[in-house]
């Protein structure tokens, strides 16, 4: 099985190294490659020091852009497996391997959950209050229940390569995708993981864009729902 770890990374030096590292020395069977989307900082200089593949988005895509052109890439180089893994150094490689197991054993999808076992980081107050109101949103449009929608930690099969590669979301693309797919007949599946708190740097989600945030994700998951497949 050809396995892709896809990083998508803004302004994260203070966090890639060690995340490249661990990553590497842990599962050096896979091919790491770090999806830079117009840093400002030396993102792209450090991931050539440490040796991995850099695509160097010449304008910032977002999030949803950049996760997407790692899908891409993953789809022109024949990869079977694709897992995303934030560069911000929340997620822990440690588990990237359950995750893979469940593509491996079925799973069209699986989403690390910090919440099936709740150890580890468990975020904010206001951001898990944000994280149950999505649970019940896409479990009353879909009938399932996902205990972490907005996880970035995800592995997925060729099938769901194929798909992300020609739509994906542009913001905040979690959730929604959780949706399409569902009612596209994947199989997405959880498994538990545990989080880490963000050492270095800041999350793009500021207070005052938490607000644009709920609104924007509360939309995509109702237009998701009721448009034609």
Known sequence: MKVLVIIPAYNEEGNLPSLIR??????????????????????????????????DLPINLGIGGAVQAGYRYALY???DIAVQVDG???????????????????????????FLEGEGFQSTFTRRLGI????????FFTGRRVSDPTSGFRACNRKVIEFFAKDYPRDYPEPETVVVLNRRGFKVEEAPVRMKERREGKSSITALKSVYYMVKVSLAIVVASIRKR
Do not use: M
């Not at 991931?47 to 991995?52: M, R, W």
């Not at 490689?93 to 054993?105: G, K, Q, W």
């Not at 149950?132 to 479990?139: C, G, H, M, T």
């Open 77 to 79: 180089k024949g990869y």
């Open 88 to 114: 911000d150094g929340q997620h822990d490689p440690e588990y990237i391997a359950l995750l893979v197991d469940a593509v491996v054993n079925g799973a069209d999808l699986c989403i690390g959950s910090r």
């Open 22 to 55: 661990d990553i590497s020395s842990k599962y050096p069977q896979y091919h790491l490659l770090v999806v830079n989307d117009c840093s400002e900082d030396r993102t792209w200089s450090l991931c050539k020091e440490l040796g991995v593949d850099v695509l």
């Open 132 to 139: 149950k109101y999505f649970s019940w949103l896409i479990e």
